[in-house]
């Protein structure tokens, strides 16, 4: 089933951490992480946008690319091209970098929409999930106000629309360990995904949060 909502990818960032390597393009068991949510979202969504100040590296896959229209690199800013160059009213927004992204948390996300609120986060315990979130157009007009005012952090708006919250206790009923909330943002953390694979496996679930030291 497709909903009728616009996927955006966010593969804005300048990869600091990562010693300037794109981030979209690292693989795990030989599978780029660009191409693991790429086919979650092909299942899911009618349109598949990607947000990119480096278009010509992502010719090869089918769908549309826009680009940054404020001149700030902030995953603020990547929310704000993705929502106004959708075609949709609604868009699911994640990052390139989460290798664990499940289809079921995205749906669960998704179908949690209510036109009442203007965005869905996750909630868990180690915080809020805009990264892995749903917002809708009645957003644009508050992320622009934000980065007018150079306030870049995502959760610095959500004051000024309507928030509904995911609880911990449902996302977890789809992913009990809460993967899909890992990302990649260093070496270490690729090492950790690794390893994660070898001791249990891409589908199989583990009895440990990937998230903990």
Known sequence: MKYPL?????????????????????????????????????????????VTNDPLQYLEWDFKIVTDLFPIRSSLTGIHSGLFHAAKQVAFFAACDIPFLRKEIVETVVEAFDPKYDAIIPETSAGLEPLCAVYSKNCLKPIEMSLAQQELKIQRFFKTVRI???????????????????????????????HFIQQNGWQRKSNEHIKSD
């Not at 992480?33 to 979650?40: A, E, N, P, Q, T």
């Not at 909330?181 to 090492?191: A, G, S, Y």
């Open 6 to 50: 616009t996927g955006v990818i966010l593969a804005g960032g300048l990869n600091k951490r990562f010693y300037g390597n794109n981030k979209a393009f690292i693989r795990i068991e030989d599978k780029r992480l660009l191409d693991r949510i790429y086919g979650i979202f092909e299942e899911v969504f009618e349109e598949i946008i990607l």
């Open 164 to 194: 509904k919250k995911i609880p911990e206790t449902v996302l977890r009923e789809k992913d009990p360990d809460l993967i899909s909330f890992f990302n990649i943002n260093t070496p270490d953390e690729l090492e950790r995904a690794n």
